[in-house]
């Protein structure tokens, strides 16, 4: 476990030494904070206008906290390959790979502390949002649990598309290709979702279920589903274990 935390510590200052932690930072608060504005502007003006009609009062969770975990999820789709794309192409590009082969690191530790670091840097980026949402809990009464909840299903999907995206990066020098190539991956997982809305056979509903969105969904709802957690820990395991060996095998031509 020693090893594993050296290496996403290292991983972690890699990020923050460079100009992508603070770009990346800086992109997600603005986005973010738009639709944060946006989402809580809408909720004043419908709660204003039921109050003058006499109707009821409307949930802060479901206007406002689920909807922009929501953005969040969207947003990471491009965050994501920005993150990944460094892991172990740049290792490669700048000749660094050679000392971990032969270093007495073995290769899943390697790979387990550098999607670690590379997780870490992704919930970083989340906290920004936190510091939105906290604004409600100063002028409102919002249920924590299900943000908590919300927050938990974006860890768990960004952890999912960050080990594919380590994979990726296993495969290339090429910084620009394995973003690239993350991108089209974590695309397709995305809109796999899409085909059940057009085709109702069951191979649709078996392609669906491999959609990350389809998984989420309860979760920026404020409903843990033991099936979502599972299909996400399944493919976070995937991921790295398919790092784990792409990386044996450059281990194996060195």
């Known amino acids: 476990m020693k090893n594993i935390f050296t290496i996403c510590g ?24 738009f639709f944060f504005y946006s989402a809580t502007r809408y909720f004043l003006i419908q ?33 994501i390959p920005m993150i990944t794309m460094r892991l172990f192409a740049e290792e490669k590009r700048a000749g660094t790979i050679e000392l971990l082969m032969t270093s007495p690191l073995r290769d899943f530790e390697i790979v387990l502390g550098k999607w670690l670091g590379a997780l870490c840097m992704y919930a970083a ?14 002028y409102g009464n919002p249920d924590w649990k299900p943000m908590l909840v919300g927050y938990l299903g974006l860890l768990l999907q960004g952890g ?5 995206g380590a994979f990726i990066s296993t495969t290339t020098r090429n910084q620009i290709i394995a973003g690239g190539a993350t991108f089209a991956a974590c695309l397709m997982l995305w809109v796999l979702d899409w085909i059940s809305s057009y085709e109702t056979a069951p191979w649709a509903k078996a392609v ?13 709802k404020g409903i843990i589903d033991l099936k979502d957690v599972v299909f996400y820990l399944s493919l976070i395991f995937f991921g ?10 450059l281990r194996w031509r060195a």
């Open 10 to 33: 290292k991983e972690i200052r890699g990020y923050f030494r460079s100009p992508i932690a603070y770009l990346l930072m800086t992109i997600f608060a603005v986005i973010i904070g």
């Open 47 to 79: 709660g204003m206008q039921m109050q003058f009609s006499g109707g009821g009062h409307q949930n802060v969770n479901d206007s406002v906290i689920g909807p922009l975990v929501g953005y969040a999820s969207v947003i990471g789709l491009f965050l």
């Open 125 to 138: 980026i989340l906290g920004i949002s936190m510091l939105d949402i906290g604004l409600l809990f100063l």
């Open 160 to 164: 999912a598309l960050l080990a594919i």
């Open 208 to 220: 669906a279920y491999l959609s990350v969105v389809s998984h989420f969904d309860p979760f920026a």
């Open 240 to 249: 790295l274990f398919l790092s784990t060996r792409s990386l044996e095998s």
